[in-house]
């Protein structure tokens, strides 16, 4: 039987499930972890109450929880799920004390520090500069970016929109892709490709530019295809997926100054597993010009620890 004044909440939603646990009061390690699909509840405070129904409703008086959409008021409106909710209505409806929401790859950022190095798995380069900052990136259903800055003994985390930059293409197969996207949006970002529906939307846009029917409609389905190579379009968008990505990193790598490495996590990149590493992804990171040799260096970590932004919201309440 939990006390009522040892039990927090945390919690990491994205576009497609919500993830929660339990911290005991002084420590630091979430508990009890759950994940939800975010379709079935309406709203956060839905989810919550289901959680702590199927934890036996422990008594929880302080929250915290990360939330894949920018943080600009009380209202929280997701960009890519249909959650829309007060954030004060709901501390009160849930009888909360406290209720925090941190971006959610800011509350990865907090956990890179806490991570074990059989969580990581690196992808080229050298060893990271210490007291240097460190970039942090990551497709799921949209594209998250954010980082750590040196302060003191300790970090400043980064809250940004940095999946919302405009792409910007590399090759001249990129170009038709985006002159074919341009026709269709008035802004292409990043995050436009490079996330689970970006990668149907690349298989999609390949496909009409060869002139081939569609026969695959989920990521999940090109992924396989395009590892496999029994799709050319799947395998070509899998391999764009990658490169663009690893030249958002080595943007984000040199905007940040981030010798002291570069961590990609997100859904996707860790189901890719060992085939990500030959991917184009580190090839296209480490070509910036005058720069390569800058970029060459730093190292590139995927995240392959269990819910490791829950550790990162953890750190919030300890705040």
Not at 12 to 25: C, K, M
Not at 76 to 89: G, M, Q, Y
Not at 290 to 297: E, G, L, N
């Amino acid at each position: 039987m939990m006390e009522r004044s040892l039990t927090r909440l945390v919690g990491d939603v994205g576009g497609t499930n919500a993830r929660f646990a339990l911290v005991p009061e002084g420590g630091s390690l979430p508990e009890r972890e759950r994940t939800l699909p975010c379709t079935d509840f309406p709203d956060l405070e839905a989810a919550v109450r289901h959680y702590l129904a199927l934890e036996g409703n422990p008594p929880v008086r302080a929250a915290a929880v990360a939330v894949a959409t920018p943080i600009t008021s009380d209202q929280i409106r997701f960009t890519n799920n249909h959650w829309a909710f007060s954030v004060d209505a709901t501390r009160q409806a849930l009888g909360l004390d406290r209720l925090v929401m941190v971006n959610d790859f800011t509350a990865l950022a907090l956990s890179l520090p806490l991570l074990r190095p059989d969580e990581l798995r690196q992808v080229g380069g050298s060893t990271g500069v210490p007291g240097r900052p460190i970039a942090l990136l990551g497709p799921g259903t949209g594209l998250g970016v954010s980082g750590l800055i040196p302060h003191g003994n300790g970090w400043i985390p980064l809250e940004g929109e940095g999946g919302h930059t405009a792409f910007s293409p590399t090759t001249p197969r990129e170009a038709r892709v985006l002159e074919t996207l341009w026709t269709r949006f008035d802004h292409v970002s990043t995050e436009r490709l490079v996330s689970g529906p970006g990668l149907v939307l690349l298989y999609e846009v390949l496909c009409g530019l060869d002139h081939v029917h569609l026969v695959l409609d989920t990521p999940h389905q090109i992924t396989e295809a395009g590892i496999a190579r029994s799709n050319p379009q799947a395998f070509e968008a899998l391999t764009m997926f990658c490169a663009i990505l690893g030249a958002a990193a080595a943007n984000l790598c040199l905007t940040l100054g981030a010798r002291g490495g570069v961590f990609v996590g997100g859904g996707i990149v860790p189901r890719l597993g060992s085939w990500f590493d030959t991917s184009p992804f580190r090839a296209r990171f480490e070509t910036k010009g005058r720069f390569s040799d800058y970029v060459a260096a730093v190292p590139v970590f995927v995240i392959t620890g269990n819910n490791p932004a829950l550790r990162g919201v953890a750190q919030v309440l300890s705040g």
